[in-house]
T-cell receptor
């Protein structure tokens, strides 16, 4: 049973526009959420995180929104740039476990 | 480079052989994690160390897998009697506290 779900395997966005990546979770014990970016043949790179006591966190072009009642979070990238083309993973931790639980990822393609 | 390093980057082995991977975390990080990633999936948690103590093990970590972190610095992951289903990217991550984990480039294992 997948506890973290990214239902869009891929997303195509024009350069300069907003990219919105979505993630849903089922485990109500999760209290910390992270987004990672991954290029082929490299390890995931940490992008941004949010604690369950917040509903928004911003870092430059990246903003993460958390809706605890809906068990949903999203990553907004504004404006999207060609270098943003990568696979984005949503991850969560909590419930006494330190290991992260990841979604399957969304492949973001930024078109010129 | 002061990031997480992993060695080797690639390993090809025959079914039934033993393999060992090494991870060197960021020097001031006392937490170290191992994950496995297969094609089309997100990373899956295997095990976690705080200093030299192994505090969490996933049910994915069968008895053919063993991990050590003898002096609380580098860690090794050994797979005995490899099977074709062990073919995957093995990722190591470290962190100074719970939550943000910083990943190495991974070791890609191919079992023939």
């Amino acid at each position: 049973d997948q506890q973290v779900k990214q239902n869009s395997p891929s997303l195509s966005v024009q350069e300069g526009r907003i990219s919105i990546l979505n993630c849903d979770y089922t485990n109500s014990m999760f209290d910390y959420f992270l987004w990672y970016k991954k290029y082929p043949a490299e390890g995931p790179t940490f992008l941004i995180s949010i604690s369950s006591i917040k509903d928004k966190n911003e870092d430059g072009r990246f903003t993460v929104f958390l809706n605890k009642s809906a068990k949903h979070l999203s990553l907004h990238i504004v404006p999207s740039q060609p270098g943003d083309s990568a696979v984005y993973f949503c991850a969560a931790s909590g419930g006494g476990a330190d290991g992260l639980t990841f979604g399957k990822g969304t492949h973001l393609i930024i078109q010129p | 480079d002061t990031g997480v390093s992993q060695d080797p980057r690639h390993k090809i082995t025959k079914r039934g052989q033993n393999v060992t991977f090494r991870c060197d975390p960021i020097s001031e990080h006392n937490r170290l994690y191992w994950y496995r990633q297969t094609l089309g999936q997100g990373p899956e948690f295997l095990t976690y160390f705080q200093n030299e103590a192994q505090l969490e093990k996933s049910r994915l970590l069968s008895d053919r897998f063993s991990a050590e972190r003898p002096k609380g610095s580098f860690s090794t992951l050994e797979i005995q009697r490899t099977e074709q289903g062990d073919s995957a990217m093995y990722l190591c991550a470290s962190s100074p506290f719970r939550n943000e984990q910083f990943f190495g480039p991974g070791t890609r294992l191919t079992v023939l």
